[in-house]
């Protein structure tokens, strides 16, 4: 049966997400982004060359359908080209307004809304940092979709000049997740989430989001989620309303022979079936945890799995706080289930790891929506970055660009 939701259901839910408003430091960011929208370039207008979505020259990162939808959370799209001007012309299953960030070389992020059926020019001989010396003349350009429950969809790449293909990143990670993956509540969502952080900022590192907010891990309805990670993450689309209304109950395979294998694989999942209002038994959770490993391990032998305790929020005890510990003995009894008995915190046990976020937060590393703020995301990022360099010997290969936005706060009395 495929269930379709209507379009004033689907326009109320972009209104209540387009309304969000950033907080820094308790004071509104301004969001006036540059308005990059264009006519509409024709096909025979012969100052620009017209590239389909199909082309060879474009890498798309994350999960994308073969519409070229965007799904999940901080999916991508980079090239490289030697052009003076380009521009992008977004599909008709583009969110409204969706705000993605956008990136010449190594310059900072820029951020822009678009919407379905526009073109949006995102590049001129203008652009900060075009004349700056690039190797053989020829720049890149990315973008990132930042909100997890929008998507864009990709109709064509404009170029004054042409596309030219540019090298993958030479590892690979995966992410499995909720909502504290996905980004929610922080300021710029899926590009300033620890997964974001984590992986990005590894540097050369080819990799997918797949967390959902309100999803849980078991097989169940889940916060208005009707199907649980065990089940999504086989397929190309989250859960959003938006995949709903394009697939029904029935989304596409992900195509797992057709992308590379991840080399290392996080799980961080598990806050939602904890919650006593979805019902969910720990024997439900721990089952359901060694399956999706299961699954994971069958479709890539050789990944190293990563697994995150929960640190389920903070609370008063007495005149101070605590940490919380959802799951704790039923995480580590999966755990244990791969590794004959042991954890494997340290690696060379077995190919699943075990994770132990306790300390790394504080109580005020977490917002008043009960999620992660940016400094918290970016803790628990550079947690993760130490772990996998100690156990797996992966170096950081980022050389300096920008990875999160909008995280300069400084004080600039010299005397205070």
């Known amino acids: ?27 509104i960011r301004e969001t006036n982004y540059p308005n990059t929208t264009v006519a509409s370039i024709s ?11 199909s082309a060879h020259e ?45 990136r010449l070389d190594g310059q900072d992020w820029q951020l822009t809304n678009v919407t379905a059926n526009s073109t949006n020019l995102l590049v001129t001989t203008e652009s900060e940092g075009y004349n700056l010396t690039s190797a053989g003349g020829t720049h890149t350009l990315e973008i ?41 509540y922080a300021t710029l ?3 300033s989430s620890y997964a974001w952080g984590l992986m990005y900022g590894l540097g050369n590192v080819e990799f997918s989001i797949t967390a959902y907010p309100g999803i849980c891990l078991h097989d169940s309805k889940c916060y208005g989620n009707l199907r649980g990670q065990t089940y999504q993450w086989l397929k190309v689309s989250d859960t959003s309303d938006r ?41 439900e959770f721990t089952t359901s945890y060694i399956q999706l490993i299961n699954e994971i391990h069958a479709r890539w032998p050789h990944t190293q799995i990563v697994v995150l305790s929960l640190w389920s929020g ?25 590794n004959g008995g042991g954890l494997n915190q340290y690696g060379r046990q077995g190919f699943v790891h075990y994770f132990n976020t306790t300390g790394i937060l504080e109580h005020n590393d977490i917002g008043p929506q009960y999620h992660p703020a940016d400094f918290g995301h970016v ?5 993760l970055m130490q772990y996998l360099k100690l156990t797996f010997g992966w170096e950081l290969e980022q050389t300096g660009p920008e990875v999160q936005h909008e995280t300069l706060y400084w004080n600039d009395m010299p005397n205070y």
């Open 144 to 184: 990132r979709v930042t909100n997890w429950a929008y998507g864009v969809q990709i109709a064509g790449i404009h170029a004054v000049g042409k596309l030219v293909r540019i090298p993958g990143y030479t590892r690979t990670m995966e992410l499995i997740g909720d909502s504290l993956s996905a980004g929610q």
């Open 43 to 53: 096909k025979h207008d012969l100052t620009w060359r017209t590239y389909a979505p």
């Open 58 to 102: 474009l890498s798309y990162k994350g999960r994308w359908d073969s519409k070229y939808i965007s799904w999940w959370s901080a999916p991508g799209l980079k090239f490289g080209f030697q052009a003076d001007q380009i521009a992008i012309n977004f599909g008709r299953y583009t969110s409204p307004g969706v705000l993605i960030a956008y």
């Open 314 to 338: 903070f609370g008063r005890v007495g005149n101070t706080w605590a940490q919380g510990a959802g799951f704790l003995d039923e995480i580590q009894t999966v755990v244990r289930h791969f």
């Open 379 to 383: 803790k628990l990022a550079r947690h």
């Open 1 to 27: 049966m495929k269930m379709k939701l209507s379009s004033a259901v689907i326009s109320a839910l972009y209104l209540s997400l387009t309304s969000a408003t950033i907080y820094q430091n308790q004071q």
């Open 189 to 191: 969502e899926g590009i």
């Open 243 to 283: 995949a709903i209304q394009i697939y029904g109950d029935d989304p596409p395979d992900w195509n797992f022979d057709a992308h590379s294998a991840a080399d290392i694989t996080i799980i961080n999942i598990g806050t939602n079936d904890n919650n006593t209002a979805n019902n969910i038994t720990s024997a």
